[in-house]
């Protein structure tokens, strides 16, 4: 069917039909979080409607207008045509398919709930992507703030205020006010050493980028935006509520608890909290409960939630206290979220007009001894 639209695109024009391959091509190779939600979700839904899986691979291969899912479901049927289950061509796909949707597929084929497992991954999937968006969309706003703040100041003292000086020098005798020289003094400093600053500029991001690029850098990235006010609270919230949507749908998917966090420690891929796993794994493995490993790892995790997860545990219904710990931390997650651009656009604010209010008093002041000197 794909050679036969491509052939029908030739036949509008040799161009068009080179343009179309292009792009067909281009989205055989992207295939992303939006194409793998949709395609758990049309299979689930046909599989749920009694088609059976070859089929709907086929259906979906058929139908489908997006060419990197169809890709993918022809893939992923050549391996079912050899008598391979999903989970086995998820697990051969891991460019596309990670090891959490091999095993939650794997464990939704044993127990014979496939459909419904689909389902929950792709709403899961869904949310992650939303929250996460959000979040990173909430630290873009004021990194742009900041960023566009200080192209402002050094675009002030770089190329206005030298002007303003150059008029005031051509006044014999004039004596500077003290916040107007103070301006003069950073001006010249900037011109003078630019491109000192600037090689100490691209020297700290050389050293930044290879530092944090480490494991141990890694680490101290998160430590330092985990002790920003309201953007460390923040982050614990995400990585919490991520966390706990992903316990439950590896539980509810039938895996055992050292099963659950041995894939949570990859799905998170944050080493600070790849650590505290680590050490809630050695806790299950020497037979303790998961309230006692995690009792002490009060820095990621707050110690309501432990509580919490200690109920669970104990009335065997953890599902139900990983749902109680979603309800509460979800809110306050949305809650910071929408917080952290009122607070910090108004301390960006109030920062640029402070400087801006400093350098139009120092030229205020260099008027009127101007003015003063002319006799005005």
Not at 342 to 350: D, G, N, S, T
Request: charged share 20%; net charge neutral.
């Amino acid at each position: 069917m794909v050679e036969q639209e491509l052939q029908e695109t030739y036949k509008a024009g040799p161009i068009d039909g080179m343009i179309v391959s292009t792009l067909q091509s281009m989205d055989k190779s992207s295939f992303g979080t939006k194409d793998k939600i949709l395609f758990f979700k049309e299979l689930s839904y046909l599989l749920g409607g009694g088609v059976s899986f070859m089929q709907a691979l086929e259906l979906i291969w058929d139908t489908s207008t997006n060419y990197a899912i169809k890709e993918i479901a022809k893939t992923i049927s050549n391996f079912v045509h050899q008598g391979k289950s999903l989970s086995y061509a998820l697990n051969r796909l891991p460019d596309y398919f990670d090891q959490g949707d091999y095993s939650i597929v794997k464990a939704g084929e044993a127990s014979g709930n496939l459909p419904q497992v689909l389902t929950s991954l792709a709403q899961e999937y869904v949310y992650t992507k939303d929250i996460k968006d959000k979040y990173i969309g909430a630290l873009i706003y004021p990194t742009i703030l900041i960023i566009i703040a200080i192209v402002a100041v050094f675009g002030l003292f770089l190329l206005v205020l030298p002007n303003i000086f150059s008029i005031a020098s051509s006044f014999s005798g004039l004596k500077l006010p003290w916040i107007t020289q103070t301006l003069r003094d950073i001006t010249l400093f900037f011109q003078n050493q630019r491109k000192l600053l600037l090689g100490i500029l691209v020297g700290v991001s050389l050293v930044g980028w290879v530092f944090f690029s480490s494991d141990a850098g890694k680490k101290s990235r998160f430590q330092i935006l985990l002790n920003i006010p309201l953007v460390g609270k923040m982050t614990k919230y995400f990585y919490l509520v991520r966390r706990c949507r992903y316990m439950k749908l590896l539980l509810n998917s039938g895996l055992s608890y050292v099963q659950t966090f041995k894939l949570l420690k990859d799905i998170l891929g944050i080493p600070a909290y790849q650590d505290m796993i680590s050490r809630v794994l050695d806790g299950l493995t020497k037979g303790d409960t998961i309230y006692n490993s995690l009792k002490d790892e009060t820095d990621l995790i707050p110690a309501d939630v432990s509580v919490m997860i200690k109920v669970g545990e104990e009335t065997a219904n953890l599902s139900n206290s990983l749902d109680n710990v979603l309800h509460m931390y979800e809110s306050d997650l949305n809650n910071l979220i929408s917080r952290l651009a009122k607070v910090i656009e108004p301390i960006m604010l109030i920062f640029v007009g402070g400087i801006i209010v400093v350098i139009a008093l120092g030229i205020f002041w260099l008027i009127l001894q101007i003015m003063q000197g002319a006799g005005m």
